[in-house]
């Protein structure tokens, strides 16, 4: 019963053709945008090596105001992330990628949706498979891919397809590439204990489809300098609210029995638009930035900016503290507890569509020597693999409506023979 918006997060960036695209907008973790992308990005130059990456993430949260008890009670949750990111060279212009792993996580807050608290809260697992396949057309200045991926929790499958283009110009300074991809999602309706009009937990089902088409445009304008413009249109329909949330409104007490079933419009049109630089300023320092500005017709205006800084300081070990704003106005159908009026057609006590401002900090660590950081062999004919690299990150997150988090991720890297 993972939050809705985790799942499409998570699917989001198959098959995306640039790498500036995929430190994009969309956040692989909740807050932390690293960690476990659906799949690697289609890479230039398909000969050589298969690469095998091996993601591990634990993220942490707390808070005060959780949308299954209408905007109160804990938002305690813990999620670990394990991922398998595979890719296979097919000759010198084709590859094949492979994305498996699951999230194992644990949810006091969805325990109140039968207000028994089990030990220590309420669990699941969701497990996810993405596959894609690119290749370079004649004159290696086009890539074109196609991707598909499925997953599965208790009371969620998605099934999604893909389909990106990159173009290079003859000087090799500007790239234009166009990703579209579509869900198919289907959410299986649970209602609180005491809103329950048969009896049963599970009340049927019902489906979601969202419809995304991503387009970034980047340029190397110096020797030093480098920018993008990307865009990410989002179009959802169907079951866009969650049946367990509840929301309570003006005049009642907020006992159990008084609250109502969260309610949203059956569509949602997100349109962002995003700027990146990147400037070389010296051979040892690389400053990075971001900033995006979004919009939704749910009334959600967003300003999001990001800054990081990887420093060398050996010709192998970089470090790169990096620091995430964001910012945003609440959605039009948000009220807090009790707050609503008991006239209104659609109403949400969901913090994630309040208006909050967010912090978050981080440091990483990247240990990439020439040769790699060891030999072993392997299980399959003894042959010769690399652990090529190693990817560390810690981040913490603060909102301004008292939820916290923090997010661990590692990432080990290798060439298999």
Do not use: C
């Not at 990159?166 to 590439?177: I, P, V, Y």
């Amino acid at each position: 019963m993972k939050n809705s918006a985790l799942l499409l997060s998570l699917s989001l960036g198959l098959l995306v053709p640039l790498k500036s695209l995929a430190q994009g907008g969309n956040t692989q973790n909740r807050v932390d945008g690293y960690g476990a992308p659906a799949t690697p990005a289609a890479t230039r130059g398909a000969a050589g090596e298969t690469e095998l990456n091996i993601l591990m993430s634990y993220y942490q949260q707390d808070g005060s105001h959780g949308a299954v008890e209408g905007g109160r009670g804990t938002e305690h949750l813990t999620n670990l992330t394990p991922t398998i990111i595979l890719n296979v060279p097919l000759d010198t212009l084709s590859r094949l990628s492979a994305n498996l792993g699951m999230d194992v996580y644990a949810s006091a807050s969805t325990d109140r949706i039968d207000q028994v608290l089990s030990s220590p809260s309420s669990s699941d697992t969701r497990f996810h498979a993405d596959f894609g396949y690119t290749r370079q057309l004649p004159g290696r200045r086009s890539i074109v891919g196609l991707g598909a991926g499925v997953s599965t929790e208790y009371d969620y499958k998605s099934v999604n397809v893909a389909a990106s283009w990159a173009q290079t110009s003859r000087d090799g300074n500007r790239e234009l590439s166009v990703a579209g991809q579509v869900f198919f999602d289907q959410a299986t309706i649970i209602r609180p204990v005491e809103l329950r009009t048969n009896g049963r937990k599970e009340d049927g089902s019902a489906p979601r489809q969202s419809y995304n088409l991503s387009a970034v445009l980047s340029q190397v304008l110096t020797q030093r300098l480098q920018v993008s413009v990307s865009t990410e249109l989002v179009y959802q329909k169907g079951l866009l609210s969650t049946p367990f949330h509840r929301v309570y409104f003006q005049g009642s007490t907020g006992a159990l029995g008084e609250a109502k079933v969260e309610a949203l419009p059956g569509s949602r049109f997100k349109y962002p638009v995003g700027l990146r630089l990147s400037y070389y300023a010296s051979d040892l320092v690389l400053l990075r930035g971001y900033y995006r500005f979004y919009n939704d017709d749910f009334g959600i205006r967003a300003h999001t900016l990001e800054l990081e800084t990887p420093v060398k300081i050996t010709p192998f070990f970089v470090v790169y503290p990096f620091y995430r704003y964001h910012t945003q106005t609440q959605a039009r159908y948000f009220a807090p507890y009790l707050q609503h009026q008991p006239g209104e057609q659609f109403y949400t006590s969901d913090y994630d569509l309040s208006g909050f401002s967010a912090n978050k900090l981080g440091l990483g660590l990247r240990y990439s020597p020439v040769y790699g950081i060891g030999r072993f062999k392997t299980p399959f004919g003894g042959r010769i693999a690399q652990f090529k690299a190693l990817d560390l990150r810690y981040a913490h997150y603060r909102r301004s409506t008292d939820l916290t988090a923090d997010i661990f991720s590692a990432d080990f890297s290798f060439i298999l023979p």
